[in-house]
């Protein structure tokens, strides 16, 4: 039997984390997934991570509205006292997922972390249900999240912000619209700051789906970045200065598409034609 994987917060439900920019006309693959497993029940839609949130909700709720799904709640906290209201908390009531938006992922971790309504989303997922992201909502599933960092040039080891983030996803740094933002450097250096974190790096309009402890699968149509750094020999990311450029030898690199799998308890890929042959025994 493998070891218990620890990349996963203790918890039965689904994550559907998006690089952003999930497509929202012709045939919606991600929100459309989202729709498919929250089978008619309430979604409740965390704007929280916008500072300016007009108009979010009335497109997920049209959009939403396409694929079936007409229980939406909007989710938005001006502050963080907000976030002990028993009219916010409410809105979880019989809710079967939670998505969060993009914005500022630390908008996010600063106005709900550790308050009622992160309990009730915890509390959603480790009971089945469903919590998403997208853009910084994604970044923000991680116990450690990345914030910022240049990502049009050579990674340099000062250029580089992380904070806690909500710990959905242990043992991993996210970052979204990977290929498009150049972010490949950026996540190569929160890797080699702590080799025991997998980077995973999502393009816009791709999503990973976790629904046990165990691995992930690829929807979308861009590329999913596995970088594993557990056989790194050798980095300058404690030494050099920090305008120096990031050193690191031994770093191991996986691309995924969609139907692509990842396990990690192993750490190895699982190629979509194993998955397909899988699913149909």
Partial sequence: MPEKNEHLAEGNGTLIIIGGHESKEGHKTILGEIARRTQGKRLVIATVASHQPEGYFEKYQEVFGELGVTDLV???????????????????????GVFFTGGDQLRITSQLGDTPIYSRIFEIYRNGGLVCGTSAGASAMCETMLVGGSGDESHRIGDLQMAPGLGLVRNAVIDQHFAERGRMG????????????????????????????RDFRVIGNGAVYVIDGRDISCSNVAE????????????HLHVLSEGDGFDLTTRRPTPARRLERAQGD
């Avoid at 938005?76 to 409410?90: F, G, N, P, T």
């Avoid at 250096?189 to 046990?212: F, M, S």
């Avoid at 050099?240 to 031994?250: E, F, G, T």
């Fill in 186 to 213: 950026r996540l190569l250096g929160a890797v080699a700051k702590n080799p025991r974190n997998l980077g995973i790096g999502i393009d816009e309009d791709t999503a990973i789906v976790l629904d046990d402890h």
């Fill in 74 to 96: 909007e989710l938005y906290v001006k502050d963080r006292s907000e976030a002990h209201l028993e009219e916010k908390i409410a809105a979880f009531d019989n809710a079967a």
């Fill in 240 to 251: 050099a200065s920090s305008d120096s450029v990031l050193s690191i030898y031994d770093v």
